[in-house]
Nanobody, 118 residues
């Protein structure tokens, strides 16, 4: 069963923009925390941004105001608006979510490739 569905990745020129989306299936339960991590070859997976059901966010230092995270809790969907993209942003972006009832389970998407050309 597909539990997190990602979309929006692709190829963009430096300075351009992309919007990523990630939707949790209905059977996964309510997601208290949703967000994105990214990973490039030879590097550890790193935090991009997360957002809670209450709207509290955390961000990686590299974001520097260029990325905006938002969510539609009614649809268990999270978005990442990426502006002023740099070649260093090239990575596989993974959706992550903590969802369930009393106990929150951790889920990962399959990842979507973002490539920024110079």
């Amino acid at each position: 069963q597909v539990q997190l569905v990602e979309s929006g990745g692709g190829l963009v020129q430096a300075g351009g923009s992309l919007r990523l989306s990630c939707a949790a299936s209905g059977g996964i339960g309510r997601c208290n925390v949703m967000g994105w991590y990214r990973q490039s070859p030879g590097k550890q997976r790193e935090l991009v941004a997360t957002i809670t059901s209450g709207g509290s966010t955390t961000k990686g230092d590299f974001v520097k105001g260029r990325f905006t995270i938002s969510r539609d809790s009614a649809k268990n969907t999270v978005y990442l608006q990426m502006n002023s993209l740099k070649p260093e942003d090239t990575a596989v972006y993974y959706c992550n979510a903590e969802c369930g009832g009393w106990y929150q389970y951790n889920y990962w998407g399959q990842g979507t490739q973002v490539t920024v050309s110079s």
